[in-house]
Nanobody, 125 residues
Framework: QVQLVESGGGLVQPGGSLRLSCAAS????????IGWFRQAPGKEREGVSC????????DYADSVKGRFTISRDNAKNTVTLQMNSLKPEDTAVYYC??????????????????WGQGTQVTVSS
């Protein structure tokens, strides 16, 4: 059974940092494109970042470019999202999601196949 489990969320002050992790079981993350999505109250879910397996390329939403970094640790079968210079507008539930394809283009066009349960990130003073 495939499971994706996010961790690392919490409460942080504006300007602070958090590191989210996505751990997989029953599924080898490094074979597939992995994305992070978020959903704030009253808003639609949006894509935050993606990392491909084909060439390791990454992409980011304009709102997080230069502040967030996505990476893989294949030995641990995890994908992490390092979030720096956090802003109140980053407050949301963050979800890890896995494609069954290797590229971020496919993940965005076809949508993820597996989802984690989400982790809350709150940026507030």
């Amino acid at each position: 059974q495939v499971q994706l489990v996010e961790s690392g969320g919490g409460l942080v002050q504006p300007g602070g940092s958090l590191r989210l992790s996505c751990a997989a079981s029953g599924f080898t993350l490094d074979y597939y494109a992995i994305g992070w999505f978020r959903q704030a109250p009253g808003k639609e879910r949006e894509g935050v970042s993606c990392i491909s397996s084909s060439d390791g390329s990454t992409d980011y939403a304009d709102s997080v470019k230069g502040r967030f970094t996505i990476s893989r640790d294949n030995a641990k079968n995890t994908v992490t999202l390092q979030m720096n210079s956090l802003k109140p507008e980053d407050t949301a539930v963050y979800y890890c999601a896995a494609s069954r394809e290797t590229t971020c283009v496919a993940l965005h066009n076809l949508g993820p196949y597996y989802w984690g349960q989400g982790t809350q990130v709150t940026v507030s003073s």
